[in-house]
């Protein structure tokens, strides 16, 4: 069982910064890849980045691309979603997902391949 923390999250003007931080239980975090979504009012859930197990491999939604950064580290427990010059387009609950499949070296995009999550944090961004 893994347990997933999220905090970091809130609202923010336009152009402004949020850093988002996700704690993971367990002790082999280090094998898990890592992914961050987001789910606003009426949509899908979608994938915002995600990254591999020993922080090589990354992926970025085309809307977050040269704004958003995913990064980790394993020594404590924890990724992180460093969001800047945020849109009010990127208001949603954000939400921390971990792929404990130790057959997949590459981070996954898909939802359904994920089998953990945390609660979620809001982020607003007004404009």
């Known amino acids: 069982q893994v347990q997933l923390v999220e905090s970091g999250g809130g609202l923010v003007q336009a152009g402004g910064s949020l850093r988002l931080s996700c704690a993971a239980s367990?002790?082999?975090?280090?094998?898990?890849?890592m992914g961050w979504f987001r789910q606003a009012p009426g949509k899908e859930r979608e994938i915002v980045a995600a990254?591999?197990?020993?922080?090589?491999?990354?992926y970025y939604l085309d809307s977050v691309k040269g704004r958003f950064a995913i990064s980790r580290d394993n020594a404590k427990n924890t990724v992180y979603l460093q969001m800047n010059s945020l849109k009010p387009e990127d208001t949603a609950v954000y939400y921390c997902?971990?792929?404990?499949?130790?057959?997949?070296?590459?981070?996954?995009?898909?939802?359904?391949?994920?089998?953990?999550w945390g609660q979620g944090t809001q982020v607003t961004v007004s404009s």
């Open positions: 990254i591999n197990q020993i922080n090589i491999n990354t």
């Open positions: 367990g002790r082999a975090f280090n094998l898990y890849n």
């Open positions: 997902a971990a792929d404990t499949d130790p057959r997949r070296l590459s981070a996954s995009r898909q939802v359904s391949e994920y089998d953990y």
